[in-house]
């Protein structure tokens, strides 16, 4: 069946950083759109970032161009999200989650495009 396992979370100070990754099972990654999400406490879940399985293209949330980046290794099934220069606002719950339909891509920040979550991993950026 699908699944996804995300890991790396972690605490660390403002200016900090951290790599999350997204490990996929029971589908093709290659052919897939993958989104990373987040939840701060009290706080709806936004969307952070996209990668498209077609083009390359990527996508971010304005809060985090230039600090985020998002990758994939297709052989080993994993997407990446690589974080600098965290700050305390980037803290919450971050989840990855396959687009229902590649053709979704265009609606990355909305949840209804996703068909399948992992469990998430916490980050927390604190002095």
């Not at 969307?47 to 293209?57: A, E, I, K, L, N």
């Not at 998002?70 to 971050?94: F, H």
């Amino acid at each position: 069946q699908v699944q996804l396992v995300e890991s790396g979370g972690g605490s660390v100070q403002p200016g900090g950083s951290l790599r999350l990754s997204c490990v996929a099972s029971g589908f093709t990654l290659r052919y897939s759109a993958i989104g990373w999400f987040r939840q701060a406490p009290g706080k709806d879940p936004e969307g952070v970032s996209c990668t498209d399985s077609r083009d390359g293209m990527k996508y971010y949330h304005d809060s985090v161009k230039g600090r985020f980046t998002i990758s994939r290794d297709n052989a080993k099934n994993t997407v990446y999200l690589q974080m600098n220069n965290l700050r305390p606002e980037d803290t919450g719950v971050y989840f990855c989650g396959r687009l229902r339909h590649p053709d979704l891509v265009g609606q990355w920040t909305s949840r209804s495009a996703y068909g399948y979550w992992g469990q998430g991993t916490q980050v927390t950026v604190s002095s």
